[in-house]
């Protein structure tokens, strides 16, 4: 779904841009319900996904509590005086308020996307098509946050420090807050 | 005072509940998406999953939408198991309008999770997880289907072959919101929030 108007510069075989087709809802629901998988960058789309419990990637997600949404979390993240807001401050971040506050976004790099896209295949790949999908990511990552968030592993690597049973999850470079 | 009145809307919902053996929950105000879908499919799913396992007595569900519906497709595919009640605040003028606001003004007020006026919501407590992720899918994927006529369909048809495997992108872009979106009923599709959309190029390392 898209605007004629916006279109993207892309080119390649096997790869279609369907942003400039304008408004469909029928197709719209109709691709969800026929796809492998999702990446899903912070659109609302993500729900669509989880109407048929596809697998779905999702990056640049900004806010957390994905309302029993499985899937594999590459965050954006949020920082604050050159550091990043512990998670629980994310979780908690009213959304609103937080252009006043001084906070920015900082989203994942090309290669922690890529690294990202590598795991999520990996870990379909090695599950029967007919496995419900959704609940494997549950038990992916070696860590989750109390909503079964399971996180890319090259991106906690560099960014989380802390264990599944901290109850204070801290983000690299954080120690003020 | 207030616990009284807490406890006398609780008890009245539930007994309006069981004696009419319907629930009305209402949806968002924002008309989007991503707030309908998860509205109507975690009350729907949980419904189900009620039923599944003998833990409620069968009832009928109607959402009230108060603004456009993000996706008639959808709505038609989640209306056979609920009834949709559309009453179009945006395009209302005048004292219909007027009526309508108050109306729904007063059922947010008295709506109880779970009773007989229940407010719409996504579940994001952790406790609904295991229903959540674990029940069976309210539509499945062969109740879908399209009008393989529309232009739509025929475009996309020409590029790719439809019954072969295919991965899909989506991604949060301003124009979709300026373009489908009342930004007058939710601030966070307007561009004050566009910093949270990807670059598409950050996408093309793994697609290629």
């Keep these: 779904m898209g605007l004629p108007s916006t279109s993207i510069f892309f080119k390649r075989e096997d790869f279609y841009d369907f942003s400039g087709s304008g408004y469909c809802p029928q197709l719209d629901v109709y691709l969800a319900s026929k796809c492998l998988l999702i990446v899903n960058g912070a659109c609302g789309y993500k729900t669509m996904a989880d109407i048929f419990k596809k697998p779905t990637l999702m990056t640049h997600a900004y806010r957390l509590r994905l309302s029993g949404l499985r899937g594999l979390v590459l965050p954006s993240r949020y920082r604050l005086s050159d550091s990043d807001l512990v998670l629980n401050k994310v979780l908690t971040l009213d959304m609103k308020a937080h252009l ?11 290669q922690e996307i890529l690294d990202a896209g590598k795991q999520f295949v990996k870990i379909i790949n090695e599950f029967q098509e007919d496995y419900p999908y959704q609940n494997i990511f549950s038990n992916f990552g070696r860590f989750a946050v109390a909503n079964g968030i399971s996180f890319a592993d090259s991106w906690q690597d560099k960014h989380i420090r802390g264990s599944r049973d901290s109850v204070v999850i801290r983000l690299e470079g954080n120690e003020a807050l | ?78 209306s056979k198991h609920a009834k949709f009640i559309c009453i179009n605040l945006h395009k209302s003028r005048g004292f219909r309008k007027l009526a309508l606001r108050v109306i729904l003004r007063i059922l947010e007020a008295i709506a109880v999770q779970g009773g007989f006026v229940s407010p719409g919501s996504s579940r994001t407590d952790p406790k ?55 930004v007058s009923q939710n601030r966070q599709a307007a561009s004050d929030f566009s910093y949270r959309n990807p670059n598409f190029a950050a996408f093309v390392p793994l697609i290629e």
């Excluded at chain 2, 529309?150 to 072969?164: A, G, M, P, R, W």
């Design chain 1, 100 to 110: 006043q506050s001084g906070v920015t976004l900082l989203h994942p790099s090309d």
């Design chain 2, 128 to 182: 609904n997880w295991y229903i959540l992720t674990r029940c069976r899918p309210v539509i499945k994927p062969d109740e879908v289907s399209v009008r393989v006529t529309s232009k739509e369909y025929q475009v996309l048809s020409e590029h790719i072959n439809l019954d072969e495997k295919f991965c899909l992108l989506a991604y949060r872009k301003s124009e979709y919101y300026q373009q489908y979106v009342d």
């Design chain 2, 1 to 78: 005072m207030r616990f009284v009145t807490l406890l006398f809307n609780f008890s009245l919902n539930l007994l309006l509940l069981k004696l009419s053996k319907t629930r009305i929950v209402i949806l968002s105000r924002k008309s989007r998406l991503s707030q309908f879908n998860a509205y109507v499919k975690s009350e729907l799913r949980e419904h189900f999953y009620n039923l599944d396992h003998n833990l409620q007595r069968d009832i009928k569900i109607v959402f009230i939408n108060p603004n456009e519906i993000p996706n008639q497709a959808l709505k038609e595919l989640y």
